[in-house]
């Protein structure tokens, strides 16, 4: 497949900095060059952000003809066929990275959103109940599952994340569709911390292949889906980064109920290695190290590379 018409619509596109036209042509290259699984997400993802839905949808099933269980690419078909109405596609991709995934939560509670608007209640309680059982934190799933349930909150735009466009001052009769839970941040966010550049995030995970003892590295955003990563190709990284965020999740709600406060770092020792995780202002922060790295000069390099993810 050619890439270059999507070039050519990203030079269409207003310049700037950190725009979707920099996106655009950065993973059109990187799938001529070496492509991996999540650049075909990345670039349908910028693709449906400036309109280009027919294009981002044929992006999704060439990258899922070639690694067919990456569940990233799967949940971006779903949000593309959401905002097309096609709930019923939707609903067929969702339930494949379930099944592929089923310990991501992000993405049964979007299987939950779409299984309402398809009038499927009951089975949308079971994966919302599922969800908050493990996170019960979640206000998100917590107001589907009392949609689900016939309680309020019923309107649609009230599901929207911040960094949609604002409702219209006229609001069409009938549902609305809303941006799933699980996208793909195409740019920054309108409320949190701005999202960082590849060229932060490159940085950032630089500063710990220069750090003796550390064997990998890997930067998860906050829903869990990887960022980067110097793992190297003998880690599953999805698997591993679901492992990630699951493990930060629940030790994060252990540490609330015992009253300590938020979480910033843990750190699992075993016979033959160590494993660091640690807060960032856009995710978490996971390492792998030998047992004789200097503790004092990881947190040192965590330090410095949340700095430099936060453009300090």
């Known amino acids: 497949m050619v890439y270059d018409k999507w070039e050519e619509a990203a030079q269409r596109m207003p310049g700037g900095p950190e725009t979707n036209l920099d996106r655009i042509r950065a993973y059109s290259q990187k799938i001529r060059r070496n492509p991996e699984a999540i650049d075909y997400a990345l670039l349908a993802d910028a693709l449906r ?25 799967r949940v971006v078909l779903a949000q593309i066929c959401e905002d097309d109405g096609n709930f019923e596609r939707a609903e067929q991709e969702l339930r494949a990275a379930v099944a592929h995934e089923p310990q991501n939560l992000v993405t049964r509670a979007h299987l939950g959103r779409v299984l309402i608007r398809r009038g499927n209640m009951e ?45 219209p001052a006229a609001t069409p009769a009938g549902p609305q569709p809303a941006a799933p839970a699980a996208a793909v941040p195409a740019g920054p966010a309108a409320s949190g911390p701005p999202r960082p550049t590849p060229e932060q995030v490159a940085l950032a995970i630089s500063l710990f292949q220069e750090t003796e003892g550390v064997d990998g590295a890997m930067l998860l955003d906050t829903q869990g889906l990887v960022t980067a990563s110097t793992m190297g190709p003998s880690t599953a990284e999805d698997a591993f980064a679901a492992l990630v965020h699951e493990t930060w999740q629940k030790a994060s709600r252990y540490v609330e109920g015992l009253n300590l406060g938020r979480l910033r770092r843990g750190t699992i020792d075993g016979p033959e290695g160590r494993m660091i995780l640690a807060e960032s202002g856009v995710g978490t922060i996971a390492l792998c190290t030998r047992l004789d790295a200097r503790l004092g000069l990881v947190q040192l390099q965590f330090d410095r590379a949340n700095a430099v993810l936060a453009g300090r």
């Open 49 to 73: 952000a400036e309109g280009l839905t027919s294009d981002a949808r044929l992006v999704c099933e060439q990258g899922l003809a070639l690694f067919p269980h990456y569940v990233t690419t």
């Open 123 to 167: 089975e949308a309680i079971e994966h919302l109940e599922y969800v908050l059982f493990l996170r019960p934190g979640d206000q998100q799933a917590r107001r589907l599952l009392s949609m689900a349930r016939g309680q309020r909150p019923t309107d649609w735009e009230e599901e929207r994340p911040a960094a949609a466009a604002p409702a």
